[in-house]
């Protein structure tokens, strides 16, 4: 019931609705091993999920990659989260599924055009929100 309420006050405040991505696209965040695959997107930001193991990432801006998998497409950019939640879902006694939204910032006109195509090309067409 919470997660409803939050997703409807975060349906008013969104600028770009996010589209559903492809099992094909992930993220790569500085710092972090390993790649996320991306639950949606839009041109100002995206999220995914991931195995929380209680550790949470520093506020702040970092680089991160949008990757298409089996091609050698990568976008590089600065993102930063704007949300990290648990959803609630255990893997195990210690670690829980969370959800971290990520909103881009200071993206060249390069950048924009690189990261509209990729939406067009590895999202589902219909809205996901």
């Not at 670690?95 to 990261?115: G, T």
């Amino acid at each position: 019931m919470i997660f409803d309420l939050q997703r409807l006050l975060t349906l008013n405040i969104r600028k770009r609705k996010r589209r559903r991505a492809c099992n094909d696209l992930f993220v790569i965040l500085e710092n972090m091993p390993g790649r996320y695959q991306i639950d949606d997107i839009s041109s100002h930001g995206l999220s995914y999920h991931y195995i929380g193991d209680g550790h949470r990432r520093k506020a702040g801006t970092y680089a991160l990659k949008v990757v298409v998998k089996n091609k050698s497409l990568s976008l590089s950019l600065v993102g930063r989260t704007m949300c990290d939640s648990e959803t609630g879902e255990l893997v195990s006694q210690n670690q829980v599924i969370n959800r971290r939204c990520i909103r881009f910032e200071r993206m060249d006109s390069y950048q924009k055009k690189a990261l509209k195509a990729i939406i067009k090309e590895h999202t589902v067409s219909q809205s996901h929100f």
